[in-house]
């Protein structure tokens, strides 16, 4: 299996863009995750979702932010519209359900919003 | 999930062995000790974890104290790529599916 894979893994835009980051999971995981990572908050966990049903996003930071996975091999973490504090790494991972705890991650994607 | 506590961070020269530790005296009986790393530029990767016993990989070994409250990660002969940021994370195998990742501990191998 090729991993956890995102696109794109760099992004730049303006401010007020909409930004959309896209991630395939490993094949037959049923749990995928979204964090974010800044030097000043460290890695934090936006959404995740179990058999493509959202189960926690308390940690999205507000409605800007939106989620979606249509199926089990694809999802979307949509900023609309962007602004330069959303400027972080954003990674994706999943997990199977006889492994919980032990999450495969993506190699990020880079948002810088200018 | 029970707290750890992990040093901010630590060196260690090439070629010799890295202890890292984690102190986690609240930990309960059904909670695992989970070792992630995290190398500049990419996603954290998981390493090993354990319940009691200890336990090694091809990556490290994973040394659990008796009374559980806390754990060493070693990698046995540390090289420069093992530079990487290290979390311990204290998991109940069959709770809600969110790891919280705490700060680390930033190693440093020296050439």
């Known amino acids: 299996d090729a991993g956890v894979i995102q696109s794109p893994r760099h992004e730049v835009t303006e401010m007020g863009q909409e930004v959309t980051l896209r991630c395939k999971p490993i094949s037959g995981h049923n749990s995928l995750f979204w964090y974010r990572q800044t030097m000043m908050r460290g890695l934090e966990l936006l959404i995740y979702f179990n058999n493509n049903v959202p189960i926690d996003d308390s940690g999205m930071p507000e409605d800007r932010f939106s989620a979606k996975m249509p199926n089990a091999s694809f999802s979307t973490l949509k900023i609309q519209p962007s602004e330069p504090r959303d400027s972080a790494v954003y990674f994706c991972?999943?997990?199977?359900?006889?492994?919980?705890?032990?999450?495969?991650f993506g190699a990020g994607t880079r948002l810088s919003v200018l | 999930d029970a707290k750890t506590t992990q040093p901010t961070s630590m060196d260690c020269a090439e070629g010799r062995a890295a202890n890292l530790p984690c102190n986690h005296s609240t930990i309960s009986g059904n909670e695992y000790v989970y070792w992630y790393r995290q190398i500049h530029s990419q996603g954290p990767q998981y390493i090993i974890h354990g319940l009691k016993n200890n336990e090694t990989n091809e990556m490290a070994s994973l040394i659990i104290t008796e009374d559980r409250k806390s754990s060493t990660l070693i990698l046995p002969h540390a090289t420069l790529r093992d530079t990487a940021v290290y979390y311990c994370?204290?998991?109940?195998?069959?709770?809600?599916?969110?790891?919280?990742f705490g700060k680390g501990t930033r190693l440093h191998i020296l050439p």
């Open positions: 991972a999943s997990s199977s359900r006889v492994a919980k705890n032990i999450q495969y």
């Open positions: 994370i204290v998991r109940v195998a069959e709770g809600d599916d969110k790891i919280i």
